[in-house]
């Protein structure tokens, strides 16, 4: 689903986009690209394997575009959009390390731990994961076919 809305006065034009109809077409497309290499179709259980393994990656990344101002993707906080536009202007090298810790699959916790081996102030580090909130803005499939 993506849909333009009438932006406030000033404001360029914004794609709305969701995160379910889009997600959906990837696991289709995982579906079919399998199904080819198999020689066969594989239905929903390609679906369901896309789902069980490529869902949260897939989620994290939109969601990522979303904080970044990239995309809007309408389940997610309509607060959140363009946030690392907004914040830690201040602390710009920072956030990109735990950015890039978050792009590659990392928790909350491995950060934590990631930046007390390195000594990194952990004030800075917890203000940056408490205004990011990763474990508020999981969702789940809602094309995932039942087993």
Known sequence: MSAC???????????????HVD?????????????EKAGHDLGEAAIRRWVQN??????????LEHLQGKRFWVELD????????RKFHDNTLLLDRILD??????????????????????DSVIEILEA??????????RFDPVP
Request: proline share 5%; glycine share 8%.
């Open 23 to 35: 997600g959906e077409q990837e696991a289709l497309r995982y579906k079919w690209i399998e199904s």
């Open 101 to 122: 810790r978050l792009k590659s699959g990392q928790e909350n916790l491995d950060i934590l731990c990631w930046a007390q081996t390195w000594g990194i102030p952990m």
């Open 78 to 85: 309509r607060g959140d959009f363009g946030l690392l536009q």
């Open 132 to 141: 990011l909130d990763i474990n508020s803005r999981r969702l789940n499939a």
């Open 5 to 19: 809305t009438t932006p406030p006065e000033g404001e360029p034009m914004l794609e709305r986009s969701s995160v």
């Open 54 to 63: 490529h869902w949260w990656g897939y989620l994290r990344a939109r969601w």
